[in-house]
């Protein structure tokens, strides 16, 4: 084979492993989701304002 024919099969592997390697590394590391940090600790519905969680325990008949 010629040395240019050898030159473009070159380039061209450069080329598609560069793509490749881009395309992989922004694929393959998403930005993590973080969520918005709460105004109050005990806010569980995320709606601002402090809600209050009650429980009853069932009594024996």
Request: without cysteine; charged residues 15%.
């Amino acid at each position: 084979m010629s040395t240019h024919l050898w030159s473009t099969m070159r380039k061209r592997t450069l080329v598609l492993a560069a793509a490749m390697l881009t395309t992989t590394t922004l694929l393959g590391f998403p930005a993590p989701a973080i969520a918005a940090a709460a105004k109050y600790a005990d806010d569980f519905n995320g709606d601002g304002y402090r809600d209050l969680a009650a429980s009853v325990l069932p009594t024996a008949p």
